[in-house]
């Protein structure tokens, strides 16, 4: 049972690139402050100063379920997507090749498809992006 609000903290420089695309989830900016944090590095200890940004998102709107469960699958691509794809393991490939050629080609076509399937979540991420533009203007 949800009994309170969604809330996200921004931290500017590592998080405010996020910003937009938590806006479009139906996030709105609440509270934003200047908060010191304190580094200590060897004996001395280092004031550091960042603006943190915090969003919110009523879960008693009209589509807040499917807003939700769009935004997990966004950033569940979005990691994905910035993964490195696997390169070719071309001793495996060579000794495969001298098995036959039919291991090779399969090795092959297995590597290549995993590269497609990476380049695919582009576009669904795209298409996660318009569905919540529509569901968050709804409102």
């Given amino acids: 049972m949800k009994t309170k609000n969604d809330f996200i903290k921004l931290v500017e420089g590592r998080d405010s690139q996020y ?10 900016e609440d509270v934003v402050r200047d908060e010191e944090s304190k580094i ?5 200890t280092y004031s550091e100063v960042s603006t943190i940004t ?5 879960y008693t709107r009209k589509n807040y379920d499917k807003l939700a469960s769009l935004q997990k699958e966004y950033f569940e691509l979005n990691r994905r997507q910035h993964e490195k794809p696997k390169k070719m393991n071309k001793l495996l490939f060579f ?5 036959g050629i039919i291991p090779a080609i399969i090795y092959a076509c297995v590597v290549k498809s995993k590269k497609k399937k990476h380049i695919d979540n ?6 996660i992006l318009e569905e919540a533009k529509k569901l968050s203007s709804e409102e």
Wanted: hydrophobic share 40%.
């Fill in 54 to 58: 915090y969003l919110k998102r009523d």
């Fill in 40 to 44: 200590k590095i060897g004996g001395k």
């Fill in 95 to 99: 000794f495969l090749f001298l098995l």
């Fill in 122 to 127: 582009s576009k669904r991420m795209n298409e």
């Fill in 19 to 28: 910003k937009d695309v938590y806006l479009i989830f139906g996030y709105k």
